[in-house]
């Protein structure tokens, strides 16, 4: 599975959109991009996942670039139940493990 | 509602003994998973799953067993406990190819 880089931290204002990069340069062609986010003490939660075009559900979007070597996932009005730690994990089509990066920790402020 | 427990919450044992954690779930999937948490390394996978009778070890698999009888559980066991296996468990949950991994709520894990 290839890598990812995301930043350790970020902050953001309680309403605001919160946008979350992640670097996937070595991504191949067959390999999913999945976004979980993980609040304190808790098991991490799904939030959404793509190939090639954006997605959007009820929790949030996700922009993967055309060449798809980076994402973003956006949260468009974040609250303060969404600090949380967000991991960005590339997968290959057909494999079932996750292999967890170290994440960003996102704080949002009020 | 289908859901994913794990038995006990928290753990207390000492080094030497063995150790068996439950993962129990109801939505009938067929892939489940064990990770730890540990500061400083996110997740890491010990064990997995692919259906009854299949197991494979997972990056940090020392230490630790699995075994599959039924769809519904997957046990962890440490066979005799060590103290770097302090740590918080997940254990997760897929129905198939390309979906997401439902987890559980953890266990703490403390061996003195």
Known sequence: DAKTTQPPSMDCAEGRAANLPCNHSTISGNEYVYWYRQIHSQGPQYIIHGLKNNETNEMASLIITEDRKSSTLILPHATLRDTAVYYCIVRAQGAQKLVFGQGTRLTINP | ?112
């Open chain 2, 1 to 112: 509602d289908a859901e994913i427990t794990q038995s006990p919450r928290h753990k207390i044992t000492e080094t030497g003994r063995q150790v068996t954690l439950a993962c129990h779930q109801t939505w009938n999937h067929n892939n489940m998973f064990w990770y730890r948490q540990d500061l400083g390394h996110g997740l890491r996978l010990i064990h997995y799953s692919y259906g009854v009778q299949d197991t494979n070890k997972g990056e940090v698999s020392d230490g630790y067993s699995v075994s599959r009888s039924n769809t519904e559980d997957l046990p962890l066991t440490l066979e005799s406990a060590a103290s770097s296996q302090t740590s918080v468990y997940f254990c997760a949950s897929s129905p198939d190819y390309y979906n997401e991994q439902f987890f559980g709520p953890g266990t703490r894990l403390t061996v003195l």
